[in-house]
């Protein structure tokens, strides 16, 4: 059974980086598609990255020339550095292993001065 853990969430001042790191357990994890969803309150769930199993990549517009996801198969882990963080960025980001439609439990961050 696929397991996914995220973490690196947390408070930050605008303009600020985060990591958010997302191990994988129970799967062959190189095959699959992996992405980071995130969703703030009272907001439905949004797409915010995606890398396919070859290393593809796709991002959505609000995060483009920010955001970076990649992937280290030998760790099992997809990881989202964020750069130039701003309020709207503030969300529960969630990791999702794609074929599957596995979710993790999600990670908070919180973006404010």
């Known amino acids: 059974q696929v397991h996914l853990v995220e973490s690196g969430g947390g408070l930050v001042q605008p303009g600020g980086s985060l990591r958010l790191s997302c191990v994988a357990s129970g799967s062959i994890f190189s095959r699959y598609g992996m992405a980071w969803y995130r969703q703030a309150p009272g907001k439905q769930r949004e797409l915010v990255a995606r890398?396919?199993?070859?290393?593809?990549?796709m991002y959505g517009d609000s995060v483009k020339g920010r955001f970076t996801i990649s992937r280290d198969n030998a760790k099992n882990t997809v990881y989202l550095q964020m750069n130039s963080l701003k309020p709207e960025d503030t969300a529960v980001y969630y990791c999702?292993?794609?074929?599957?439609?596995?979710w993790g439990q999600g990670t908070q961050v919180t973006v404010s001065s």
């Open positions: 890398i396919s199993s070859g290393g593809n990549t």
């Open positions: 999702r292993q794609e074929e599957a439609g596995i």
